[in-house]
C-alpha cells in the first residue's frame, strides 16, 4: 500500500524543510532531483506549480514512496489541463482513485473539460484500467445528464459493460440504468451495445425485453446492410465502423430469437429462426473472415436443428446430436444443459450420458472451463441451473445420495452470483426430501445456508 502524506500538508513546505534537514542548497537538491533548479526554485517561492513528473522526480530525490504527495498535490492543483490530464494518468497508474475523483470532481463542472475526461477515461478503458475509467464515466455522465449528447450515451454504455459482474442483482439494475441511452449511441455502436445487453438479459432470463433488443439488433443491422452494400454513391460522412461484419449481428440476431423461442417451448418458431441463419445466399461478402463467421452459424444451425426436436420430444435423434455436438470444441456441456432439461420434461433415462460426461461437468465445476462463446454471466447462471436440474433428474431416478450433490453445488454457484431464485429452488429442494439426505450433506447445506444468511445480513446493513 502507497503511504501517503498528511492531507493538510504543503509539498513546497515539507521540501524546505528536508533540505534544511539535509544541509543541502536547492541547486544541489535539484540536481539530485533531476529538475531544473530555477524551475523547483520559482515552486517553492509559490511562483511555478511542478508538474506530475517533476513531483515524482522530487518524491524519489527524498526518500518516498511513489504517490506520497499525490493527495497534496490534489489539494493544491488548479484548473490546468496541462497538468491535470497526466496527473489522472499518473493516478491511475497507481491506483489512487481518490485522487482522480478529487481532480475530476474540480473539473467536471467546466463543460469544456469534459471532452478531455472522456477521451482519458477511453484511454484507461482501453488499456484495461477499469475502476480508473469508471469513476471518470460517472462524473462525465453525472455532468451531462440533462444533455442529450452521444457523449452521455456513450458514458453509460462504458458505465454498463464496466459495472457488470458475476452478481445478478446488480446485472439487472445496471441494464435497467442503461436501457435508456442505447439510442443516443451512433447506429454501428448501438449494434454492440444491443448486442451486450440482449446477451446480459438472457443470463437474467428476461427472455422479453432479450428478444425486443435481439430484434432492434436485427433490425438496423439489416438496415445498415442494405445501405452499405446498394447505395449508389458513397457517403463523405465517416462514421464509427462496428466491431463486426453487419451480416454477423444480423445472424446473430436470428441465433438468439430462435434461442429465446425455445426457451419459450415454441419449438416450430425456434426451427424457422434456424433456417434463418441457415440460409446465409443473400451474404454479399466471401473473404475468409467472412466464411468463418458464416460457416460458425452453419454448426450451430445443424446442431440447433437436432437440440430443437430433442426439446421437442424427439428422443430418437439424441445420439446424432450428442455424435454431432461432441465433434465440436467446448459444446458438449451446452448440449447437456438443454439435454437434462428434455430428460426431465419428457421422463427419459439418461444415465450413460451422464456418466460419459460427468468428468467435463465436475471441471468445469472446479475450474469454470469455457462453455461454446457463452459470455460467463449466460453460463454461470446456466451452470448453476443445469447442475440444479442434474440433481432433479437423479432425484426423480431415485437416486438421493448423487442428486444432493448436485443440488448443493448448484447452491454454492447460486449463493455466489446472487442468483435468489435458483437459491430458493435448491432449498424447496433440499427440504423436500431433508429425511432422506446423508448428515454430511446435510452439514455441506447449513454451511452453504450460513453464508446466504450472514450475506444478506451484511446487505441489510449497507442499504440501512
Not at 457488470?164 to 435508456?180: G, H, M, P, V
Not at 462514421?239 to 440476431?253: A, D, M, Q, T, V
Request: aromatic share 12%; with cysteine; proline share 2%.
Amino acid at each position: 500500500m502507497i503511504a501517503l502524506a498528511p492531507t493538510d500538508i504543503s509539498i513546497s513546505t515539507e521540501l524546505v524543510k528536508y533540505i534544511e534537514k539535509e544541509n543541502l542548497s536547492i541547486s544541489s537538491f535539484a540536481n539530485r532531483a533531476g529538475i531544473n533548479s530555477g524551475t523547483l526554485s520559482r515552486f517553492i517561492n509559490g511562483q511555478q506549480p511542478l508538474s506530475v513528473s517533476g513531483l515524482d522526480l522530487l518524491t524519489e530525490a527524498m526518500n518516498l514512496e511513489e504517490g506520497y504527495f499525490y493527495t497534496a498535490y490534489a489539494n493544491e492543483s488548479s484548473l490546468n489541463w496541462r497538468r491535470l490530464g497526466p496527473f489522472i494518468m499518473r493516478c491511475a497508474e497507481l491506483g489512487k482513485l481518490d485522487c482522480i475523483t478529487q481532480i475530476v470532481d474540480m473539473m467536471v463542472d467546466v463543460q469544456t473539460y469534459a471532452p478531455q475526461l472522456f477521451d482519458s477515461a477511453e484511454v484507461l478503458y482501453h488499456k484495461g484500467n477499469l475502476a480508473a475509467a469508471l469513476i471518470i464515466y460517472k462524473k462525465v455522465a453525472e455532468g451531462e445528464k440533462y444533455q442529450n449528447s452521444e457523449r452521455l450515451g456513450w458514458c453509460q454504455y462504458r458505465i454498463f459493460t464496466c459495472s457488470l459482474n458475476s452478481d445478478q442483482e446488480n446485472n439487472l439494475n445496471c441494464t435497467i440504468q442503461f436501457e435508456a441511452y442505447v439510442q443516443r449511441l451512433p447506429e454501428a455502436v448501438q449494434l454492440d451495445a444491443l448486442e451486450d445487453l440482449t446477451n446480459t438479459l438472457l443470463s437474467l432470463q428476461k427472455w422479453d425485453k432479450a428478444k425486443h433488443y435481439a430484434r432492434e439488433m436485427g433490425r438496423i443491422s439489416r438496415f445498415l446492410y442494405t445501405v452499405h452494400n446498394h447505395k449508389k454513391t458513397k457517403s463523405k460522412k465517416t462514421n464509427i465502423p462496428p466491431k463486426k461484419s453487419l451480416f454477423g449481428y444480423i445472424l446473430y440476431s436470428d441465433l438468439i430469437l430462435g434461442s429465446i423461442a425455445a426457451e419459450q417451448s415454441n419449438f416450430d418458431e425456434a426451427l424457422f429462426y434456424v433456417s434463418c441463419y441457415e440460409n446465409q445466399s443473400w451474404i454479399v461478402e466471401s473473404d475468409e473472415v467472412s466464411e468463418n463467421i458464416k460457416n460458425k452459424f452453419i454448426r450451430w444451425a445443424k446442431g440447433n436443428r437436432y437440440l430443437y426436436q430433442l426439446m421437442n420430444g424427439n428422443f430418437q435423434v439424441i445420439d446424432e446430436y450428442i455424435e454431432y455436438i461432441s465433434s465440436l470444441d467446448n459444446e458438449i456441456l451446452r448440449a447437456l444443459f438443454r439435454i437434462v432439461h428434455a430428460a426431465i420434461v419428457y421422463h427419459w433415462n439418461i444415465d450413460k450420458y451422464l456418466e460419459q460426461y460427468e468428468s467435463i461437468i465436475k471441471e468445469h465445476y472446479e475450474q469454470g472451463c469455457v462453455v461454446g462463446d457463452y459470455n460467463h454471466q449466460i453460463i454461470n447462471d446456466r451452470f448453476a441451473k443445469f447442475l440444479a436440474e442434474i440433481g432433479e433428474y437423479y432425484i426423480n431416478q431415485g437416486n438421493i445420495h448423487k442428486g444432493t450433490r448436485y443440488i448443493l453445488d448448484s447452491l454454492n454457484i447460486s449463493y455466489k452470483i446472487n442468483n435468489t431464485a435458483n437459491i430458493v429452488k435448491c432449498c424447496s429442494t433440499i427440504e423436500y426430501i431433508r429425511h432422506e439426505i446423508d448428515p454430511l450433506d446435510l452439514l455441506r447445506y447449513s454451511q452453504l445456508m450460513k453464508e446466504v444468511f450472514n450475506r444478506n445480513e451484511k446487505k441489510v446493513g449497507e442499504n440501512s
